[in-house]
């Protein structure tokens, strides 16, 4: 039990529709003999996440069912088209009507940010003003851990596929290097499938 325990609640984003994977849903892509939405779940849990929200959008439908969430919130972005903002700010507002103090994010679509990398970021949460990144030889990645106090913001420049990027520009982020544990590489195109596992 750790001093964050209950407090962070993690958010796998998971609704991206693949538009340049062939329309394959990321969440779907099979790393390690099970769906990838289900492989990043199950990071953050071991990292010490203990609630996890998933958002959904491209055939949400089939993610579930052929993914195993019955631990999850799962909530679905039905303007999931619209870019990873709107998906961040479903995200947010769950784990919010849940009197989190935190979300962790996480996107689905980077297997090489493993459960040390988490677990790195979760040990920087410090109560609702905590704003902590992974970074990765300095270059600010994901996960990222935005404390309540910063998710009116974060959720008011959210939009498109921009997700906070203006917002942790314009705020001062703690880097937690996480390098020498992990690697941020995104499964984005078809020559990234060679990636998985």
């Not at 297997?111 to 600010?140: H, I, K, N, W």
Request: glycine share 14%.
């Amino acid at each position: 039990m750790t001093h964050n325990e209950g407090q962070v609640v993690g958010v796998v984003l998971a609704a991206g529709g693949g538009r340049r994977l062939g329309g394959r849903p990321k969440a779907l892509l099979v790393h390690r003999g099970r769906p990838l939405v289900e492989h990043a779940v199950a990071v953050l849990r071991a990292a010490g996440v203990a609630r996890v929200h998933v958002v959904l959008g491209a055939a949400a439908g089939d993610v579930r069912e052929a993914a195993r969430l019955e631990d999850c919130v799962v909530v679905e972005n039905a303007a999931w088209a619209e870019g990873m903002g709107g998906s961040l700010r479903a995200g947010i507002e769950s784990a919010g009507a849940m009197g989190a103090g935190a979300v962790l994010v996480a996107l689905v679509d980077q297997p090489g940010v493993g459960t040390e990398a988490v677990r790195r970021v979760l040990e920087a949460y410090e109560g609702e003003e905590s704003l902590v990144s992974a970074a990765y030889d300095g270059v600010r990645g994901h996960p990222v851990l935005f404390g309540a106090a910063h998710w009116a913001g974060v959720t008011a420049s959210a939009t498109g596929d921009r997700g906070a990027r203006a917002y942790l520009k314009a705020h001062t982020v703690r880097l937690v290097e996480c390098g020498d544990v992990a690697e941020a590489y995104d499964i984005d195109v078809e020559a990234d499938l060679g990636r998985l596992e």
